[in-house]
């Protein structure tokens, strides 16, 4: 038997920070995993999928080269070579996390553990004990239950494909659907988002959200709601996906069919009754302190409890969950201030809660919307889109939650995230001087 003081399953964001927090204290550790360690945001996720994003930006101020007076002949885009810098700016993730665990004096153990107790995992045919064990296994893309779901891709598929797509049909509607949809309708696909739910975008503040949905719409992307997909046939190089849109029979031809339809948590194979540890659809069950509420001495972080599937989410989450394994819960998590980006073209950002959540909480707030595409700074970068909504609670002036589309998102919303994190008023962030001309100097007037 192999005994270690703290196992992480999973070699990703969540698990390779945990065991790092807690190797630095000294303890015996282990990460175990079945596949490639590194995580997904770097190897099939965030990093890869935001190198197209790039190039896709880049051809779109390409094509638009002649508004700002630079004249360009015969332009291409040439999808191999997008494809070769995204393999080029992703390679070695592996690699250099395996040489680090080995560097850190941390053991990296291959296979797919089950638990045999609350305390002992089966390797292979080895049994490891930890007083800590962390399940980080992530998430998967959904199982799609209609005939014919063998046809259809997941997003590791489109982001190494060597071709554009001519039709790109999407399953769901969230981040990825948006994000890659984007990406391809730059490239010159048709591009159709499809729902079941009658929103698309549905985690986004829905007046940004339909802003990002109808400048979508601008760049030809068609977004389908209450549209479930009820079969895929596939001939030749042809896929034809049966739909009934708004109750009605549909039938699109494609000849790519994205699966977007969300991330289940990976938990199935680690028989978790054997280990007393509860889950649910989400993932993993926990507390504040990421412990299983069943069996004191696991933990769940990242995409395997579900709560925010994002990289930076998956870090702080291992983070906290190894030092609460080493001093017992003294930390838990706090999801207020987490800012996140969905990288459409151009990006939508946002902090704290939406205006139908502050309401829904009881909070006297009241909106701040400005649409800035003929501002000055926007005009100058030639952005044709831009639109803000910052939510203030009434009398303090406390920022409750901050919404931007338009370039510069991602970036900008730091300052609001560090606004709701220190308590920092609106009137204190509108007295800040801004450089100009930036996208941030606008932020003054998104507080009324
Ligand atoms: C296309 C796409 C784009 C994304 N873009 C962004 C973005 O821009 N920004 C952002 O913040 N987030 C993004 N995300 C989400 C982000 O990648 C994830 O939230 C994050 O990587 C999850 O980290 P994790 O450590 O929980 O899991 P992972 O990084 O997935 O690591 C899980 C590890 O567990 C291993 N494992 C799984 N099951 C088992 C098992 N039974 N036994 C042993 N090992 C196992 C796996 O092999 C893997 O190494 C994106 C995701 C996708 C799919």
Redesign the pocket.
């Known amino acids: 038997m192999h005994i270690y003081d703290f196992i992480a399953?999973?070699?990703?964001?969540?698990?390779?920070?945990a065991a790092a927090q807690v190797k630095s204290a000294g303890a015996k550790v282990a990460v175990?995993?079945?596949?490639?360690?590194?995580?997904?945001?770097?190897?099939?996720?965030?990093?890869?999928?935001?190198v197209l994003v790039r190039s896709a930006e880049v051809w779109d101020e390409v094509r638009r080269a002649a508004d700002f007076g630079v004249a360009l002949d015969a332009e291409r885009l040439d999808w191999s070579r997008v494809v070769d810098r995204k393999e080029t700016l992703t390679k070695g993730v592996t690699q250099g996390s395996e040489e680090s665990l080995a560097t850190q004096d941390i053991d990296l153990v291959r296979?797919?553990?089950?638990f045999i107790s609350p305390t002992r995992l089966q390797?292979n045919d080895e049994i490891y004990e930890a007083a800590g064990i962390l399940i980080?296994?992530?998430?998967?893309?959904r199982r799609l239950e209609f005939p014919g779901s063998k046809f259809v891709h997941?997003?590791?598929d489109?982001?190494g494909l060597r071709r554009i797509p001519q039709t790109l049909v999407t399953i769901g509607a969230g981040?990825?659907a948006f994000?890659?949809g984007q990406v391809f309708a730059r490239a010159g696909s048709q591009v159709i988002i499809t729902t079941p739910n009658s929103q698309a975008l549905p985690m986004l503040d829905r007046e940004i959200a339909d802003a990002v949905i109808e400048f979508s719409r601008s760049v030809s992307i068609r977004v389908l709601t209450n549209a479930r997909v009820r079969a895929v046939q596939r001939t030749d190089n042809q896929s034809t996906i049966e739909l009934d849109v708004e109750g009605k029979a549909t039938v699109i031809n494609s000849d790519y069919v994205l699966n977007a339809a969300g991330?289940p948590a990976?938990?199935?194979?680690?028989d978790l009754p054997r280990g007393n540890v509860q889950a649910d659809k989400r993932g993993i069950i926990v507390t504040e302190f990421l412990r299983s509420p069943s069996n004191s001495h696991i933990f769940a972080?990242?995409?395997?409890h579900g709560r925010?599937?994002?990289?930076?989410?998956?870090?702080y989450?291992?983070r906290i969950a190894g030092r609460n394994f080493l001093e017992g819960d003294v930390e838990r998590v706090n999801y207020d201030s987490v800012p996140?980006?969905?990288?459409t073209i151009p990006p939508v950002a946002m902090v704290g809660l939406t205006e139908a959540e502050a309401r829904k909480r009881g909070l006297n707030v009241t909106a701040v919307v400005r649409d800035m595409a003929e501002w000055k700074v926007y005009g100058i970068a030639g952005e044709v889109k831009a639109k803000a909504k910052v939510i203030l609670e009434y009398g303090s002036g406390r920022i409750v939650g901050a919404h931007i589309f338009g370039a510069g998102a991602a970036e900008m919303i730091h300052v609001f995230a560090m606004a709701i994190r220190f308590g920092i008023p609106a009137d204190e962030l509108k007295r800040m001087v801004y450089v100009y001309p930036t996208f941030s100097s606008v932020l003054p007037y998104l507080l009324a």
Do not use: M, W, Y
Not at 111 to 114: E, F, I, L, V
Not at 266 to 270: F, R
Not at 301 to 304: E, K, L, P, S, V
């Open positions: 399953i999973g070699g990703g964001s969540a698990g390779l920070t175990v995993d079945h596949g490639a360690i590194g995580g997904l945001c770097s190897l099939n996720g965030c990093n890869p999928k935001k296979g797919a553990p089950r390797v980080a296994t992530g998430s998967h893309p997941t997003s590791n489109l982001l981040a990825v994000e890659l991330r990976s938990v199935d194979g680690l972080a990242g995409d395997a925010l599937q994002l990289s930076p989410i998956a870090s989450e291992g996140r980006a969905v990288f």
